[in-house]
């Protein structure tokens, strides 16, 4: 399984991205998938979560709530986080992760810039 994340950029404060992340090698369904970011300087932290299944329900971080989206396109085995009202804070690597009963996998980051 391999997971390419892609979608970052320099965007101004209250603008809007939306990042996309690739999964080859298995059904996007099938796995949890969830979006971290890791700011300069920072731990790695969760950002919004999506279990496997149809009925899944998403969970953001607080940070984000309100703000940011997961959602996922099964046909084309892509998990997406759309980002609204972005925030200098919310600048960082982010990154993909999928995981499925005892394996992990990560995706190579895309940076995401929140400046004027």
């Known amino acids: 399984v391999q997971l390419q994340a892609s979608g970052g950029g320099l965007v101004q404060p209250g603008g809007s991205l939306r990042l996309s992340c690739i999964v080859s090698g298995g059904g996007v369904s099938d796995y949890f998938m969830t979006w971290y970011r890791q700011a300069p300087g920072k731990q790695r932290e969760l950002v919004a979560v999506l279990p496997s299944g149809r009925r899944s329900m998403t969970d953001y971080a607080d940070s984000v709530k309100g703000r940011f989206t997961i959602s996922r396109d099964s046909a084309k085995n892509m998990v997406y986080l759309q980002m609204n009202n972005l925030k200098p804070d919310d600048t960082a690597v982010y990154y993909c992760?999928?995981?499925?009963?005892?394996?992990?996998?990560w995706g190579q980051g895309t940076l995401v810039t929140v400046s004027s």
């Open positions: 992760n999928a995981k499925w009963t005892s394996s992990e996998y």
